[in-house]
């Protein structure tokens, strides 16, 4: 595989998946097996990252040849960013579910800010984050892609909330970095906050971030 490929190149460039254009199609059969390549190979290269796991041990574990990997994915490269593109959406997704409706923007970043953090301090996204790191030398694009599928699609979520108030985008970036930066490093660290620390770091960004600007003069 070259490094000049990147996930985006192969995720469009070939039928990396049975979705894929021209690419199989799949029966209730085929599905539900291609279904349980993509669990068991998720749950290893989150556990090892890409370079430690083999198509040999992803067969191993479920069985079958590795025909089935190259015909579904075109190879581990194209698995590998099936998988990728799958967490990015599973991650986001209690974000994007959420019907706040109405709610006053105080009271709903609150509730979003807590739904993005139980997201990205479980073990799961942490270990995605690793993967991801490890996984960017030979991906040159997936820092990209990871931002694009994670903290840019919570802004702007975040900002929809804030859409009454002036520059919403600007106030959205602000308060997923206060709550999320410090919290995601000691999750990398193995050092993650307490839960009791995560809330009142959220509560302080709620109020920093909904109180009204300050006229020039005002102290």
Request: net charge neutral.
């Amino acid at each position: 595989m070259s490094a000049a490929k990147t996930p985006r190149q192969t995720a469009t460039g070939s039928p990396t998946s049975a979705q894929a254009e021209g690419g199989p199609r799949l029966n209730t059969r085929g599905l539900a097996r291609r279904e349980l390549i993509v669990e068991t190979a998720t749950n290893l290269f989150l556990e090892r990252g890409y370079d430690a796991v083999s198509i040999d041990e992803i067969i191993r574990e479920v069985g079958g040849s590795k025909t089935n990997i190259y015909k579904m994915f075109g190879g581990k490269e194209g698995l590998f960013v099936a998988i990728f593109q799958g967490l990015g959406a599973e991650f986001v997704s209690p974000l994007r579910q959420l019907d706040l409706g109405d709610t006053p923007p105080a009271i709903a970043l609150g509730i979003l800010g807590r739904t993005l953090m139980r997201q990205l301090t479980a073990p799961r996204h942490l270990a995605f984050q690793r993967m991801v790191l490890a996984a960017s030398g030979r991906f040159p694009e997936i820092l990209r892609e990871w931002y694009i599928a994670g903290p840019r699609a919570s802004r702007k979520v975040i900002a929809q909330v804030l859409r009454d108030l002036p520059d919403p985008a600007r106030r959205a970036l602000l308060f997923h970095d206060m709550i999320a930066t410090d919290a995601i490093i000691r999750g990398l660290m193995d050092n993650p906050p307490e839960w009791s620390e995560i809330e009142a770091r959220i509560d302080l960004a709620v109020r920093v971030t909904c109180e009204p600007p300050q006229q020039d003069g005002q102290s």
